[in-house]
């Protein structure tokens, strides 16, 4: 199990890198044609001729669409000190000056998955608390009733730890009632009880401090018969405006059949579950 894990994690840092690179382009003329860009999956940019999503379908892991904006509350004190450029608007205010990139390899959009920035467990967990209510009325938006009780279900990681496969983003799991006695059990998990739901919340930090909450990824384990390819979960990616960009077996569902790909990856006995890296877990 474990060599399978590492290749995949090695392996689909590479695309996400790319794909970053590709809203790179997009993202600055994205954003105010994303508001209004309700079911068309992840593509933002499609009537201007780019497509972020490209043939691989969309990469949710790094979704222009629906991107929030930064949070107008929270920011990573140390970094936006450090950084003389923090204060100022825009993407990239000095690339016209020697040494000073705030963007660096990050483009300028929220929605870049961004190699993630080092924080120190108190800075991920300070950003946390400040942002944890822009979370949830984020997520609300969705209308989705997972994406509005989550919050309450038990959480599973100790603190926000950097999720590679969802986007370098930062990122808490979370079991359902129903899920929490399976779940708790990883790697020994055998089968997920039926009706058990798992959620993982994120949010990104720019290297300027900068904070902004991510998508929302749901699993919910339906019955026998559901979908024989995903396992008989479902899968569900919501963004930060509340758009869903697609449910498995439902509206966009061939949005989040990467999901799919990637979590039926697992070993047969883990029901598609990765779990998460044995120092994030909460005891
Ligand atoms: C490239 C691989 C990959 C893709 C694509 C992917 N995931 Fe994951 N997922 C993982 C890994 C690895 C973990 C556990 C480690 C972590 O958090 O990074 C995980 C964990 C999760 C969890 C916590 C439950 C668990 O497995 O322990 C949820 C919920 C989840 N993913 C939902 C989604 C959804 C929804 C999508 C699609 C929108 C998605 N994932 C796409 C690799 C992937």
């Known amino acids: 199990m474990k060599p399978m894990k590492s290749r995949l994690l090695t392996t689909t840092v590479i695309p996400l890198a790319i794909a970053a690179g590709f809203t790179l382009v997009t993202v600055v003329a994205a954003p105010k044609a994303v508001a209004g860009h309700h079911q068309k999956g992840c593509n933002p940019c499609a009537a201007r001729g780019c497509n972020p999503c490209g043939a691989r379908g969309c990469n949710p892991c790094n979704p222009c669409a629906g991107a929030a904006s930064y949070s107008s509350k929270c920011v990573v004190p140390r970094l936006a000190s450090a950084n003389p450029c923090a204060a100022k ?89 129903k899920a929490s006695g399976q779940y708790a059990k990883f790697e020994k998990v055998g089968k997920m009880t039926r009706g058990g739901v798992l959620a993982k919340e994120s949010f990104s930090v720019t290297p300027q401090g900068k904070v902004s909450v991510g998508p929302l990824f749901l699993m919910e384990k339906m019955k026998t018969g559901f979908n024989k390819a995903s396992g008989d979960w479902c899968y569900t990616l919501i963004m930060p405006n509340g758009q869903t960009v697609g449910t498995t077996n439902g509206k966009g569902s061939k949005n989040v059949k990467f999901c799919i790909d990637c979590h039926a990856a697992v070993a047969d006995n883990q029901d598609a579950m990765f779990f998460l890296p044995a120092k994030f877990r909460a005891k």
Do not use: D
Request: net charge positive; proline share 7%; glycine share 12%.
């Open 89 to 177: 608007r825009g993407c990239n205010p000095c690339a016209a000056k020697r040494g000073c990139n705030p963007c660096g390899a990050n483009p300028c959009g929220p929605c870049g998955a961004a190699p993630a920035v080092k924080l120190t467990k108190g800075e991920t967990i300070a950003v946390y608390k400040c942002l944890q209510g822009e979370m949830k009325a984020a997520y609300s938006k969705s209308g989705n009733l997972w994406a509005k009780w989550y919050a309450h279900w038990k959480k599973f990681s100790n603190q926000p730890y950097v999720s590679a496969t969802h986007g370098g983003r930062f990122v808490h799991n979370y079991a359902s009632k």
